[in-house]
């Protein structure tokens, strides 16, 4: 993780005294491809056609009373009561309001997921179903370009909780996705009026978005980050009046009270602030304030990026889960005590893309990796269609209550696996289901007109153009699960452009059949590639012993975090139909074990073998650990 700090510091020219001089972040060094231009293969595609026939492709069959909620029709207006979204409240601060919006959330979030993986997987009939659902929005939008959730005597009108710029951010994000793989104008043109209408009716510099009063209020902190559909805009037009707005409201919501207060101004500066908020609001934010780092000149905002990053660096474990149970609290990360919500790892997975593809770091896609293939993957049931709303890297329970309650915490509800977690809130299931199409999205991107780059590892296609013609890599591979990949490459004719590769942190070594130069973390291919030609490429690496911040050790092979699974007992909880269930799990036998110095560890066929003490008996086992993403109940931490 300190690669990430040391990986930005590297931007900032140095000077005659060794010390980082301000710098402006303006440049942005790689080009996002157009959604679709990515697609998945191999595992990666297998797994989304695996959730498309799961939660992610039938929410609105598991909780149809909330996806099926008319909100953006039928729009919230000031009589409109709190609706029963069936969750338990008890815990939960902000009052009635934030009921109201809820559903708006769940819908959009789970709406772009589905856009994104039908579009992805390239299904008639899930196509067929996108493509019904963006008419429908699209004919909810009036004359003046308003879409959202309120009427027209509520809406821009607040002072209190509320969920404007949140429920357009959710609604625009998957439309965008939409608009790019399919190219259609119509689509584009509403975007251009919805977002038109913002900019109308909260003026830049002249209006107050982010006042919200003194109370909790979660919407209006989700708002902020409508900078995502600023950053898109400016993406797609090049107009900088979007680089201006994101940097506007940024500073608003700095200047505004909120509870969510760890990206505002005041807070980074502190020397002394330990992050504290709604973990999902931290990481989210995290895209904003780089937004607005980009949208200036003003060498501060690099300064403050810096700063965010190093506290939420503080709060993250070894294997990517940033703490979100569902508050920082001013902790570090542990791998017992503090969970991770799966819409923290899709916010943040998402934030470290936008820092990846502007500064061109390699280390912001080591982490991106990292959460994806290990906190993320080890957050989801390997045999049902479910997600765990929390996950800790130890995990001796799954029953509701962190650890089976050992803690005291028996009230908790949110350890464990379901296909909606609708006693909780209907957020982590659809976030669940956007985390993979953004991973996929993000493997390939370019760096001005003749480079490629293979930024994210993976099987997967990439189409796109390269000095003006049309090229094509296939990367046929297992990875992580295997370090060896063969990338393809298909074009009209031979013709020279560069391929760059990105090497992860922990190889040390990389054995390709094709001379290459390595420049700044980069395998670096340049030659005329044929018509069909093929690079074939292997990682080296082995077996580290890491070691976190509590003292803890991990092992890693590669980029998998591996861990000692825990032979659990299933229970089904909440039946939502006859497929979709809630699980709990239990553990067989309950077995810790702590650390010692000469533990043997070696990676042999996918497993790490190595010496470990049972706890109760003092004896010394042989243990055989897998990777964490394939475990349910594991122990993946050791203490000395």
């Not at 990360?333 to 899709?346: D, F, I, K, P, R």
């Not at 991973?439 to 296609?461: F, I």
């Not at 690079?535 to 991990?554: E, F, M, N, S």
Request: aromatic fraction near 12%; include cysteine.
């Amino acid at each position: 993780m300190k690669l990430l700090i040391k990986g930005l510091l590297l931007l900032l020219p140095i000077t005659a005294s060794g010390q980082n001089a301000p710098f402006r972040l303006r440049e942005e060094q790689f080009e996002k491809l157009p959604f679709g231009a990515v697609k998945p293969t191999g595992w990666i595609k297998a797994q989304m056609e695996k959730d498309m026939q799961g939660f992610a492709g039938n929410l609105d069959q598991i909780v149809p009373d909330l996806v099926n909620d008319p909100i953006y029709s039928a729009r919230l207006h000031k009589h409109s009561k709190a609706k029963d979204l069936g969750n338990l409240k008890e815990g939960d601060i902000g009052g009635d309001d934030q009921y109201k919006w809820w559903n708006s959330e769940t819908q959009s979030n789970w709406r772009d997921g589905f856009i994104r993986n039908a579009l992805l997987l390239d299904d008639a009939a899930r196509k067929k179903r996108v493509k019904q659902y963006v008419d429908h929005i699209l004919a909810t939008q009036d004359s003046d370009g308003y879409l959202g959730i309120y009427d027209p005597k509520l809406r821009y009108r607040f002072v209190s909780e509320n969920g404007e710029l949140w429920a357009k951010t959710t609604l625009l994000r998957g439309l965008l996705a939409y608009y790019e793989a399919t190219q259609d104008r119509r689509v584009w043109s509403s975007i251009v009026r919805a977002v038109d209408d913002v900019l109308k009716h909260y003026p830049i510099n002249h209006s107050n978005p982010f006042f919200a009063g003194k109370e909790f209020s979660g919407g209006v902190a989700h708002g902020l980050t409508f900078t995502d559909i600023c950053d898109e805009m400016y993406r797609l037009t090049k107009d900088e009046q979007y680089r201006a707005y994101a940097l506007f409201l940024y500073q608003n919501f700095s200047a505004n009270f909120s509870f969510e207060k760890d990206v505002q101004w005041a807070s980074i500066v502190d020397p002394g602030y330990k992050l504290s908020g709604h973990g999902v609001h931290t990481y989210e934010h995290l895209r904003p304030l780089t937004v607005a780092a980009f949208s200036t000149s003003d060498p501060r905002y690099a300064e403050a990026l810096g700063i965010y990053l190093k506290r939420i660096q503080d709060a993250t474990t070894v294997a990517g889960g940033p703490i979100g149970d569902e508050w920082v609290g001013g902790r570090k990360a542990n791998a017992t005590q503090t969970g991770y919500e799966y819409c923290s790892l899709q916010e943040l997975l998402d934030s470290y893309a936008g820092l990846l593809q502007k500064t061109g770091t390699p280390s912001f896609a080591d982490q991106i990796e990292n959460t994806f293939f290990n906190a993320a993957q080890g957050a989801r049931d390997p045999d049902h269609s479910c997600i765990a709303y929390l996950k800790t890297d130890n995990s001796y329970a799954m029953t509701g209550p962190l650890n089976g309650g050992a803690n005291g915490d028996e009230k908790q509800t949110r350890y464990k696996y379901s296909p909606a977690h609708k006693d909780a809130a209907v957020c982590c299931v659809p976030n669940a289901a956007r985390i993979t199409p953004y991973y996929v999205q993000n493997m390939w991107m370019k760096q001005g007109d003749s480079v490629l780059v293979a930024t994210l590892l993976g099987p997967s296609r990439v189409q796109t153009r390269i000095n003006g013609e049309d090229v094509e890599v296939h990367a046929a591979t297992a990875y992580p699960y295997n370090l060896s990949c063969t990338f393809s490459i298909r074009q009209a004719r031979t013709r020279e452009f560069t391929l760059k590769i990105r090497k992860p942190a922990w190889a040390s070594a990389a054995e390709t059949d094709q001379p290459y130069v390595e420049e700044d973390g980069f395998i670096v291919i340049r030659k005329a590639f044929k018509k069909n030609e093929q690079i074939r490429l292997t990682w080296r690496t082995q077996v580290t012993d890491h070691k976190d911040a509590t003292g803890a050790h991990y092992f890693t092979y590669g980029p998998l975090v591996y861990a000692h699974p825990i032979p659990a007992v299933a229970v089904t909880g909440k039946v939502y139909t006859p497929v979709f269930k809630d699980y709990l799990y239990t553990p067989r036998i309950k077995k810790e074990y702590t650390y010692i110095r000469n533990n043997g560890a070696v990676y042999k066929q996918g497993r790490i073998q190595l010496k470990a003490r049972e706890k109760n008996s003092d004896t010394v086992e042989t243990l055989t650990l897998i990777p964490i993403g394939k475990t349910i109940l594991r122990q993946a931490a050791f203490m000395e």
